[in-house]
C-alpha cells in the first residue's frame, strides 16, 4: 500500500529546497528543513517568509495561511532530525558526487519506511538510488523553478522504484495541487532534455556573433512568444546548472549536438553564473540589466 505523506524533509534550504519547504507547509504538511549549517536554514526560513508575504500581498494567500506554514516548517540541524518523516527529498545542488554524499548518509538516520527522492534535473535516478539502502523506495520528484510559481513536478523511476513508492510521490504532489508528468529515466528527462540544448543553442549563436544578446532574447521572446528570452532564463536558472545539465547530456547521450557552447564554458570559469552572481549575459550589479555582449 502506498505511504501516506503527511511529513517532509527536505535537504537543501537554497532556492530549489526552500521553494518545496514552502509549498508543502502551505499544503499543510509538515516540514523538517536541513542543511550544512543552522545559518542556511536561517536563510532559507527567511526567504520563505518573505516569498510567503509576497503572496499574502498579491491575495494570492491570507496572512493567517501565512503563520499557519511558516509553523509547520521546524529546522532539522541534523539527519536526526529527518527521523520521523515520511518522505525526505535531496535538493542539493547538481552535481552527482555531493548528492550521492548526502544519500549515503541521510540512510542510518531514516525509518524504514521513509521514502527518499531527489530533485535532481538531469542526473541518473537508478544511479542515485544504488548508493542508498533503499532503491525500491526512492524516486525522482523533479519540481521546477520557482517551486511556488511553476506548476509542472517530472516524476521518475528508477529501474527498481516500486509502485507503491511512485503511487505515494504522485498523490503527493496532488496534495500540492501541482501536476505531474511521468519521464523515464534518461538524462535530463523531458524538460531540461529539451530547453537546456535550446538555451545552449541561443548561447552558440551569440557565440558566433549571429544576433547579440538583446536580439537573441527580443526574437524569442516576440518570435516565439516565450515568456522570456533564453539567455535571460539561462542567468535565472545559473549558468553552472546549465552546463552541469549539458555535460550530463553529452556524457549520458554521447551526441555531439549536446556539446556545452565555449561560450558557456567561459562564462561559468569566469564565476558569471547569472542573477545570482550579479553578471552573466546580462550585468545585475545596475538599476537595470545590461547586456554583457
Not at 554521447?254 to 562564462?267: E, G, I, M, S, W
Request: aromatic share 6%; with cysteine; net charge negative.
Amino acid at each position: 500500500m502506498a505511504t501516506d505523506i503527511r511529513t517532509v524533509g527536505v535537504v537543501g534550504a537554497g532556492q530549489m529546497g526552500n521553494g518545496i519547504a514552502h509549498v508543502c507547509a502551505l499544503a499543510g504538511l509538515e516540514v523538517r528543513l536541513n542543511d550544512v549549517t543552522e545559518d542556511r536554514i536561517r536563510q532559507g526560513l527567511a526567504t520563505i517568509n518573505g516569498n510567503l508575504a509576497r503572496q499574502v500581498a498579491k491575495g494570492a494567500i491570507g496572512d493567517d495561511d501565512r503563520k499557519a506554514a511558516l509553523g509547520r516548517i521546524r529546522p532539522a540541524v541534523d539527519k536526526a532530525g529527518l527521523a520521523e518523516c515520511d518522505l525526505v527529498i535531496e535538493a542539493a545542488t547538481e552535481n552527482e558526487e555531493v548528492k550521492r554524499k548526502i544519500l549515503v548518509e541521510l540512510c542510518p538516520a531514516l525509518s524504514p519506511h521513509t521514502i527518499l527522492a531527489t530533485n535532481t534535473s538531469s542526473i541518473s535516478i537508478t544511479r542515485l538510488a544504488a548508493a542508498t539502502d533503499r532503491p525500491e523506495r526512492f524516486i525522482g520528484i523533479h519540481f521546477m523553478n520557482p517551486v511556488p510559481v511553476m506548476q509542472l513536478v517530472e516524476l521518475i523511476r528508477g529501474i527498481a522504484t516500486e509502485d507503491p513508492t511512485f503511487e505515494a510521490a504522485k498523490a503527493f504532489i496532488g496534495k500540492l495541487g501541482k501536476t505531474t508528468t511521468t519521464a523515464e529515466d534518461f538524462p535530463a528527462f523531458i524538460v531540461n532534455r529539451i530547453l537546456l540544448p535550446m538555451i545552449n543553442e541561443a548561447i552558440y549563436v551569440l557565440y558566433e556573433g549571429v544576433g547579440s544578446v538583446d536580439s537573441i532574447d527580443t526574437a524569442m521572446r516576440l518570435g516565439a512568444n516565450h515568456p522570456m528570452g533564453p539567455l535571460q532564463l539561462a542567468d535565472f536558472i545559473g549558468l553552472d546548472t546549465c552546463l552541469s545539465v549539458m555535460q550530463v547530456l553529452h556524457d549520458g547521450l554521447a551526441d555531439t549536438k549536446y556539446r556545452p557552447c565555449p561560450l558557456l564554458v567561459k562564462y561559468v570559469e569566469a564565476g558569471w553564473l547569472g542573477r545570482k552572481a550579479k553578471r552573466g549575459f546580462y550585468d545585475y550589479r545596475g538599476e537595470h540589466p545590461v547586456p554583457t555582449r
